[in-house]
């Protein structure tokens, strides 16, 4: 198979530039977060994958035996069709090369444009952290979305 938008990567500076950025931060990070993300030390750990393309990151670690959590990271001229293939794209590769069994994805209950998007890609709601993502002083429920190996099929 063939991955035309994306590539995996290991450059910690690209990944840095796409989680820190103006129009993409805002929207994943919390109160508590410091303010500026560093992934390096993360791209260091096994069973982590990066891919990356023009305006498009995804991001993919290891959270258990054949678990993974991921993150896309998309510019605004990018979201819609070209983050939903390269997300397809992603999915495809940890299925069937990294032999993944399972992808979790948490969204803040605010972020309902990422939740329609998730639940494009067949992710399923599996659980909810009342309360647990903290932004401006305002609480939200943390929902977690799964992908299954077999359900990708």
């Not at 998730?118 to 709601?125: N, P, Q, T």
Request: charged share 25%.
């Amino acid at each position: 198979m063939e991955y035309l938008m994306i590539n995996l990567c290991d450059c910690p500076e690209r990944l840095n530039y796409y989680i820190n950025h103006d129009e993409i931060r805002p929207n994943i990070t919390q109160d508590s977060d410091p303010e500026y993300l560093d992934a390096t030390e993360l791209l260091k750990q096994p069973g982590t994958y990066f891919f990356a393309g023009d305006g498009i990151a995804l991001l993919c670690w290891g959270v258990g035996d054949k678990i993974y959590e991921a993150d896309i990271y998309a510019l605004p001229r990018k979201m819609g069709r070209p983050a939903k293939d390269a997300a397809k794209q992603v999915i495809d590769y940890m299925f069937c090369v990294a032999k993944a069994g399972k992808i979790i994805i948490r969204v803040p209950s605010f972020n309902k444009a990422a939740q329609t998007f998730d639940y494009g890609l067949g992710f399923r709601r599996f659980k909810v952290e009342p309360g647990a993502w903290v932004k401006h002083n305002k609480c939200y429920d943390l929902i977690w979305y799964e992908l299954r190996a077999e359900w990708a099929e």
